[in-house]
């Protein structure tokens, strides 16, 4: 840019590349060191896998460096080089004390074993072997994720002639592809990707933790800036709104709440403000705080971030979110109270977090809401769901406490209300309607609750006459084969077993032995028909209990058994005694 040569340093984000014999094309990304363009800074340092920290020995380790080693530690940078410049214009004595300062620095940091190069950009010197030192990191980087969501935060814009709208950044986590459709946010519009390039060397598809320009089609240079996303569908959640875990650089007197910040998150600056959840700044050097931003964004659990202070001139800190919606969160307490579930803040602590402060989700969201795909996140999904972390009911996934909770909640709205519909249910427990759909099956098994006309009943409105006529046709049929009930074994209508599980549930039928079924009226007859036998005796036998009732042998066992699991006769021997 003209105004970096007047100025003889570096303002915006700069590209170029390095092409390593059988590894490929790496891409660099030049920003600028002076504290005044801090945001610039983050913009091209978000995204970089291993960063190239230059030192001139003449200045040694100046505020802008300190302020690129914060980002760098901030943003989770995997590895860097050091690199000692200028060292045709230093004696060893002051290359040495620089270089000694540097691995002072970087003592007790994630970077503490990395390389420190020395080189001379004027005349080359030392080039080969940083060079040789990036290669050699490069190989010891995690592989970069390829099957996940791709994402690319938009750090410039420009019209092409005969293509139309161009945009470039670094591509994380995924794929793009030509001609597949993507998604622009804040637009929130479906457009298309013409042409992908990297370097200039056209490609059919981007690959992650590469500098790579978009062809797009359906939006224009004016419609798009920096610091949009282009992303696929269903990925990023819009909020105003989030917390936040943040590591404090510098603590200058107590954290005020609705403190003014700005967060630099990818290739964009946020304006909010720093809510407090605890009532008192404690002090700790890393706090889990609300940040509420001026307007809404988009984020994702475990998203980088630094703050600044209105301005972007001094940074605060930095972290990740943790919550990408703190509105959806069932309160300041609830937020607060499951923040022991994280220890090393993986991402199965973040599914089983987010579950619990929001109490239930949505399947369809928990599983869109991550960089990973759909599938990785079912797998830790179906391993919480082992360690009974989490329960799926239907279409929504539940925290274990509260799934007991909504039970007993849909439970007391249908027994405290006369025969509720589902709108209903779901106003009285402020309950989402579809999660009640789902959770109602379920109440109606553990409680005495039927369903009529898409009102359910329970308690003591549950009389005959509120029977739905398909069940109160099976019980008549039951009542009128008297002590021969009925066989589910025996019974080939689905329909008929289930409206007898049914009727033994609300307690209308009882069975003996898991199979034999009798209306609750025989039931009781001959119930009394036993305990009459034991008038003036201790002990009866199954022969006399088989004659009193009528019974054939292979009814009275099971009856008997059942009276003696409702309390009312114990076995000695073979013989029944009262309980």
Same mark, same amino acid.
């Given at each position: 840019?003209?105004?970096?040569?007047? =100025?003889?340093?570096?303002? $915006?984000?700069?590209?170029?590349?390095?092409?390593?014999? %059988?590894?490929?094309?790496?891409?660099?990304?030049?920003?600028?060191?002076?504290?005044?363009?801090?945001?610039?800074?983050? @913009?091209?340092?978000? !995204?970089?896998?291993?960063?190239?920290?230059?030192?001139?020995?003449?200045?040694?380790?100046?505020?802008?460096?300190?302020?690129?080693?914060?980002?760098?530690?901030?943003?989770?940078?995997?590895?860097?080089?050091?690199?000692?410049?200028?060292?045709?214009?230093?004696?060893?004595?002051?290359?040495?004390?620089?270089?000694?300062?540097?691995?002072?620095?970087?003592?007790?940091?994630?970077?503490?074993?990395?390389?420190?190069?020395?080189?001379?950009?004027?005349?080359?010197?030392?080039?080969?072997?940083?060079?040789?030192?990036?290669?050699?990191?490069? =190989?010891?980087?995690?592989?970069?994720?390829?099957?996940?969501?791709?994402?690319?935060?938009?750090?410039?814009?420009?019209?092409?002639?005969?293509?139309?709208?161009?945009?470039?950044?670094?591509?994380?986590?995924?794929?793009?592809?030509?001609?597949?459709?993507?998604?622009?946010?804040?637009?929130?519009?479906?457009?298309?990707?013409?042409?992908?390039?990297?370097?200039?060397?056209?490609?059919?598809?981007?690959?992650?933790?590469?500098?790579?320009?978009?062809?797009?089609?359906?939006?224009?240079?004016?419609?798009?800036?920096?610091?949009?996303?282009?992303? &696929?569908?269903?990925?990023?959640?819009?909020?105003?709104?989030?917390?936040?875990?943040?590591?404090?650089?510098?603590?200058?007197?107590?954290?005020?709440?609705?403190?003014?910040?700005?967060?630099?998150?990818?290739?964009?600056?946020?304006?909010?403000?720093?809510?407090?959840?605890?009532?008192?700044?404690?002090?700790?050097?890393?706090?889990?705080?609300? @940040?509420?931003?001026?307007?809404?964004?988009?984020?994702?659990?475990?998203?980088?971030?630094?703050?600044?202070?209105?301005?972007?001139?001094?940074?605060? #800190?930095?972290?990740?979110?943790?919550?990408?919606?703190?509105?959806?969160?069932?309160?300041?307490?609830?937020?607060?109270?499951?923040?022991?579930?994280?220890?090393?803040?993986?991402?199965?602590?973040?599914?089983?977090?987010?579950?619990?402060?929001?109490?239930? @989700?949505?399947?369809?969201?928990?599983?869109?809401?991550?960089?990973?795909?759909?599938?990785?996140?079912?797998?830790?999904?179906?391993?919480?769901?082992?360690?009974?972390?989490?329960?799926?009911? #239907? $279409?929504?996934?539940?925290?274990?406490?509260?799934?007991?909770?909504?039970?007993?909640?849909?439970?007391?709205?249908?027994?405290?209300?006369?025969?509720?519909?589902?709108?209903?249910?779901?106003?009285?427990? &402020?309950?989402?309607?579809?999660?009640?759909?789902?959770?109602?099956?379920?109440?109606?098994?553990?409680?005495?609750?039927?369903?009529?006309?898409?009102?359910?009943?329970?308690?003591?409105?549950?009389?005959?006459?509120?029977?739905?006529?398909?069940?109160?046709?099976?019980?008549?049929?039951?009542?009128?084969?008297?002590?021969?009930?009925?066989?589910?074994?025996?019974?080939?209508?689905?329909?008929? %077993?289930?409206?007898?599980?049914?009727?033994?549930?609300?307690?209308?039928? @009882?069975?003996?032995? &898991?199979?034999?079924?009798?209306?609750?009226?025989?039931?009781?007859?001959?119930?009394?028909?036993?305990?009459?036998?034991?008038?003036?005796?201790?002990?009866?036998?199954?022969?006399?209990?088989?004659?009193?009732?009528?019974?054939?042998?292979?009814?009275?066992?099971?009856?008997?058994?059942?009276?003696? !699991?409702?309390?009312?006769?114990?076995?000695? !021997?073979?013989?029944?005694?009262?309980?």
């Amino acid at each position: 840019l003209p105004e970096e040569k007047a =100025r003889e340093m570096t303002i $915006d984000i700069g590209f170029a590349s390095i092409e390593y014999p %059988k590894f490929g094309t790496v891409s660099i990304i030049d920003v600028p060191g002076h504290e005044r363009f801090i945001r610039n800074m983050v @913009v091209g340092a978000w !995204g970089v896998d291993l960063a190239i920290l230059v030192i001139a020995v003449d200045d040694g380790w100046m505020p802008q460096t300190e302020d690129h080693f914060r980002v760098l530690m901030l943003l989770g940078v995997e590895r860097i080089v050091v690199a000692l410049n200028k060292i045709d214009a230093a004696d060893e004595e002051m290359i040495s004390f620089v270089a000694a300062e540097v691995e002072e620095r970087l003592q007790g940091t994630r970077y503490a074993d990395s390389d420190i190069v020395r080189v001379s950009a004027k005349t080359g010197e030392g080039v080969a072997g940083l060079r040789d030192a990036i290669l050699s990191n490069l =190989r010891k980087l995690a592989k970069a994720a390829d099957a996940h969501k791709p994402y690319l935060f938009v750090d410039r814009v420009f019209a092409s002639k005969g293509y139309g709208t161009i945009v470039t950044g670094t591509l994380k986590n995924g794929r793009f592809n030509e001609d597949e459709p993507v998604v622009v946010l804040p637009l929130d519009r479906e457009v298309r990707v013409k042409k992908i390039e990297s370097h200039h060397s056209a490609l059919e598809e981007g690959v992650p933790s590469q500098r790579t320009a978009l062809n797009l089609s359906g939006v224009t240079v004016d419609e798009i800036h920096r610091g949009y996303i282009v992303t &696929g569908k269903n990925f990023f959640t819009r909020s105003a709104d989030v917390v936040v875990r943040m590591r404090f650089l510098e603590r200058r007197g107590d954290l005020k709440n609705n403190t003014g910040i700005e967060m630099l998150v990818g290739a964009t600056a946020l304006k909010g403000k720093l809510i407090l959840l605890d009532d008192e700044d404690s002090g700790d050097e890393e706090r889990v705080l609300r @940040v509420r931003f001026d307007a809404p964004w988009y984020f994702y659990p475990g998203q980088r971030f630094i703050v600044t202070h209105p301005g972007g001139f001094l940074i605060i #800190g930095g972290g990740e979110v943790l919550l990408p919606d703190y509105r959806s969160a069932g309160g300041r307490k609830i937020v607060l109270k499951y923040l022991t579930m994280f220890s090393r803040y993986t991402r199965d602590e973040y599914v089983r977090y987010i579950v619990a402060v929001r109490r239930a @989700v949505p399947w369809h969201w928990i599983v869109s809401i991550f960089p990973e795909n759909e599938r990785t996140i079912e797998k830790i999904i179906e391993t919480l769901e082992e360690q009974n972390a989490v329960i799926k009911t #239907g $279409d929504f996934l539940l925290e274990a406490g509260f799934h007991s909770e909504a039970l007993s909640m849909v439970a007391g709205a249908i027994t405290g209300s006369l025969g509720p519909n589902l709108r209903e249910i779901a106003d009285k427990t &402020g309950l989402d309607l579809e999660l009640c759909r789902f959770l109602v099956p379920s109440v109606m098994k553990q409680h005495r609750i039927i369903e009529k006309d898409g009102r359910y009943f329970g308690g003591d409105s549950v009389t005959v006459d509120a029977l739905p006529d398909e069940k109160r046709a099976v019980l008549d049929r039951l009542r009128a084969r008297s002590i021969e009930g009925a066989e589910l074994d025996r019974t080939a209508d689905d329909a008929e %077993k289930r409206n007898l599980g049914d009727l033994i549930r609300l307690g209308f039928a @009882v069975s003996l032995d &898991g199979n034999i079924v009798l209306h609750r009226e025989v039931y009781d007859g001959l119930k009394r028909k036993v305990m009459e036998l034991f008038d003036g005796r201790d002990k009866i036998s199954i022969p006399e209990a088989k004659d009193a009732t009528g019974l054939s042998r292979k009814y009275i066992i099971p009856m008997l058994n059942r009276m003696e !699991g409702d309390g009312l006769i114990k076995r000695i !021997g073979d013989f029944r005694m009262k309980a």
